[in-house]
């Protein structure tokens, strides 16, 4: 069974940073972070699979987010920087336990708040 714990939000000027945290139980097959603004559609932001260190990002974010986990600490990772007013959104960690579902486990959300 997997569970998500996430942490990290919060209000941050254009062009600076922020990391989310995602605590998790049990073995993922895979896990992302997803996000979804007022008015739209959840969104993919970026997705790491069991076993390797290289994520997929949506273009929107590539070059600026970075994805990673630490299996020790049983946490994943969401690395934001030179973030834009349209990062604004409730970023949610998720996680699969099978290639055959889609992400199904979520965490309670996180809110990133971009400013000028």
């Known amino acids: 069974q997997v569970h998500l714990v996430e942490s990290g939000g919060g209000s941050v000027q254009a062009g600076g940073s922020l990391r989310l945290s995602c605590e998790f139980s049990g073995n993922p097959y895979s896990m992302g972070w997803f996000r979804q603004a007022p008015g739209k559609q959840r969104e993919k932001v970026a997705l790491?699979?069991?076993?390797?260190?290289?994520?997929y990002y949506v273009d929107s974010v590539k070059g600026r987010f970075r994805i990673s986990r630490n299996t020790s600490k049983k946490t994943l990772y969401l690395d934001m920087t030179n973030l834009k007013l349209e990062d604004t959104a409730l970023y949610y960690c998720?996680?699969?336990?099978?290639?055959?579902?889609?992400?199904?486990?979520w965490g309670q959300g996180t809110q990133v708040t971009v400013s000028s």
């Open positions: 790491l699979a069991s076993g390797v260190l290289n994520g």
């Open positions: 998720a996680a699969k336990l099978s290639r055959e579902v889609d992400f199904n486990i």
